[in-house]
């Protein structure tokens, strides 16, 4: 760990001293991007998936520049040039912030993104379970849910005894016991979600999500119903999730919704041939697999490193 902050370190240095040609020099993969949250200052106190609109201003720029950046159609179907790098943009979670932080940018810099959208705002939600735990647990070491204790580890997580972790348990659930759980953080811990800056929970409104669909830069697509782990729910519900969040996100959009992107980055082979007769053509992270050497996942951008060692890992294809 202490090597590798070294190693960001001095790659950082060199590449301000004029060696970014030499670490950028005949590079041509194709990554697809995973984005979630874009806020003001790139805050990691909650969680690790916002950057800052100057860094992500920063990055199209140089994507602009640089790279070729395709639709997700064309970077699905392999439709690119295979002697440049090349990008395509994702955000997930269908935050407020992506319509009003990051489609400003995407529009000056004229970039193509796709959006991933639960179809949580059909149960009157304005925030997703996984955010509102996120917020929840920041400041506290120790929580009791349903009679199970957990506690903050090592890793910062948050664990019960026998060493499961919150998230991990509920995001296998049925939408009601997550409910019921989040209805019991609420009361025995008087928590209010409301207290929280909006750049950091707020879910699009339907009226938003039109809009952002109606815009020629943007692609939507479902990122299932509640935002839960397809491969540990019950089939009929993993159906639920494929169906039911198309159906919501047609309805809103007026348009039709082949794209999906599986909640954690995780699927297998028969929840994508369910994906496929739900009527979904592009299926993340299963698609990305076709035309690059890339693993079965999506390549996240990191709030925690300089912008130079974005850059170098983005080239590199992954972090290790
Ligand atoms: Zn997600």
Request: aromatic share 14%; with cysteine.
């Amino acid at each position: 760990m202490l090597h590798a902050t070294i190693r960001n370190r001095v790659r950082d240095v060199l590449m301000d001293i004029g060696f970014k040609q030499y670490f950028h020099k005949n590079r041509h993969g194709a990554n697809m991007l995973l984005l979630h949250g874009i806020d003001d200052c790139g805050s990691t106190a909650y969680n690790s998936r916002f950057i800052s609109s100057t860094r992500f201003d920063a990055l199209l720029t140089y994507f602009k520049q640089h790279f070729h950046i395709a639709t997700l159609q064309d970077f699905c179907l392999g439709n690119y040039p295979k002697n440049k790098q090349t990008i395509t943009l994702t955000f997930d979670d269908g935050l407020s912030n992506n319509y009003y932080k990051a489609l400003p940018l995407l529009e000056k810099h004229q970039v193509p993104a796709s959006f991933f959208i639960t179809g949580i705002r059909q149960h009157q939600q304005y925030y997703l379970w996984t955010d509102f735990i996120d917020l929840f647990l920041h400041n506290r070491n120790n929580i009791v849910l349903q009679g199970i204790r957990y506690s903050k580890n090592k890793k910062g997580v948050f664990a019960s005894d026998n060493g499961t972790a919150l998230k991990d348990f509920l995001k296998a659930q049925p939408f009601t016991v997550i409910n019921a759980a989040i209805q019991e953080l609420t009361e025995n811990y008087a928590f209010d979600i409301n207290q929280f800056a909006t750049d950091y929970f707020l879910q699009m409104t339907e009226a938003e999500i039109q809009q952002l669909a109606s815009h020629p830069l943007a692609t939507i697509g479902s990122h299932g119903m509640h935002h839960t782990d397809l491969t540990k729910i019950a089939l009929w519900d993993a159906e639920h999730q494929l169906t039911a969040s198309k159906a919501f996100l047609e309805q809103v959009t007026g348009k039709t919704i082949d794209a999906f992107a599986f909640p954690f980055d995780v699927c297998n082979a028969e929840l994508v041939d369910m994906a496929r007769r739900a009527g979904y053509t592009y299926i993340l992270p299963h698609s990305v697999q076709q035309h690059t050497d890339r693993p079965l996942q999506r390549f996240g951008i990191n709030p925690y490193i300089s912008f130079n060692n974005q850059l170098h890992f983005i080239y590199k294809g992954n972090y290790a």
